[in-house]
């Protein structure tokens, strides 16, 4: 069994890509980064930036084909998850690493009350409790995320959409996992209930020690709920560090871009600046750095050599070989 460094969770160099339709598409492009024990960490970038991809090939669900993981390591308290037996590996899922997904509905089944579905997960990971047992402790999960036990006995399509996504949590802290990866888990709520589930989430990964990783188009959603921020352009972190570090100075024109186009609460009349241009297409990336052609500081070195990962201040890392620009 290999093993590498102390960190909870280190994800090393990992390159993904999928076939679609004779293209070669590169959905993740060497992305490393390390997690620690109760730790919380936003992936955040735009759709199709390959932040879910990331959190699939952890979880080793990536459709196989027509996605494969080309390159790296994915390591988890030492052990590599990435070379696991198959039958090791889904021991974990579930019992150390939860998945919350966008759409309750992907992880409930519309034929069983929500309550057997969490005593079959908490059963499925936990074989000496009895029935009676198991469902004490859903019960008590259920209460845990604000839900009465009496609905124990109620269906999927009984339950809100806020309720619902509150029943998967329930199901994905049933076996007190020690990773949870949640993929923009707000994302189908109204935005009242949305708060109230980001509360929940880290309100209970903060009790349980739990470390997590939450996968966002929000930068709000990373303000609220992590510690650590990376973000994804194509398939590559071009800027990581502490929310601090990066919320007080974003480095990366990118993540200013992100930046000026969030609503600003402090002036109501200053103009949302969109950034220019579009993602590039996976299967054609630009060389150099990926984000030039939308970039204003792009000069002929961005377009046509590797970028360098530059650490600004301990921690905080930036993919840009133009730092000082007019905008910083
Ligand atoms: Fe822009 Fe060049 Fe920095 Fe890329 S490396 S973000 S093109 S200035």
Do not use: W
């Amino acid at each position: 069994m290999s093993t590498e460094n102390n960190s909870f969770l280190s994800v090393k160099n990992i390159v993904v890509e999928y076939t679609s339709g004779g293209d070669i598409i590169h959905a993740v492009n060497d992305v490393s980064f390390d997690l620690e024990k109760g730790e919380s960490l936003g992936l955040v970038g735009e759709t199709g930036a390959g932040k879910t991809t990331i959190a699939k090939t952890i979880l080793r669900i990536l459709p196989d084909p027509p996605a494969k993981m080309i390159g790296g390591e994915v390591y988890m308290n030492g052990v590599n998850l990435t070379t696991l037996p198959e039958d090791d590996m889904r021991k974990r899922r579930g019992n150390d690493i939860a998945m919350i997904f966008q759409d309750p509905m992907t992880a409930l089944n519309p034929l069983m009350t929500v309550g057997d579905q969490i005593v079959e997960g908490i059963q499925l990971h936990n074989k000496n409790l009895s029935r009676k047992e198991a469902e004490e402790e859903a019960c008590k999960m259920l209460e845990m995320v604000g839900i009465a036990r009496r609905r124990f006995v109620e269906y999927p399509h009984q339950f809100s959409g806020g309720m619902k996504q509150r029943v998967v949590i329930a199901m994905a802290l049933a076996c007190n996992p020690s990773l949870i990866l949640a993929d923009e888990p707000t994302t189908a709520l109204d935005v009242t209930i949305q708060a109230q589930v980001l509360e929940l989430i880290k309100d209970l990964q903060k009790k349980y020690q739990t470390s997590m990783i939450m996968i966002t188009h929000d930068l709000g959603i990373v303000a609220e709920t992590c510690e650590r921020v990376a973000v994804i352009y194509a398939g590559e972190i071009v800027e990581m560090g502490t929310v601090r570090d990066v919320f007080k100075n974003p480095s990366h024109p990118y993540t200013i871009g992100l930046f000026n186009s969030l609503p600003n609460m402090v002036e109501d009349n200053a103009r949302l600046t969109p950034i220019d241009g579009m993602p590039p297409n996976p299967a054609k990336l630009p060389k150099g750095c990926k984000f030039n052609p939308r970039c204003k500081y792009a000069t002929d070195a961005c377009r046509n050599k590797e970028i360098p990962v530059t650490e600004l201040t301990p921690g905080h890392v930036c993919k840009c070989c133009n730092l000082n620009r007019g905008d910083k």
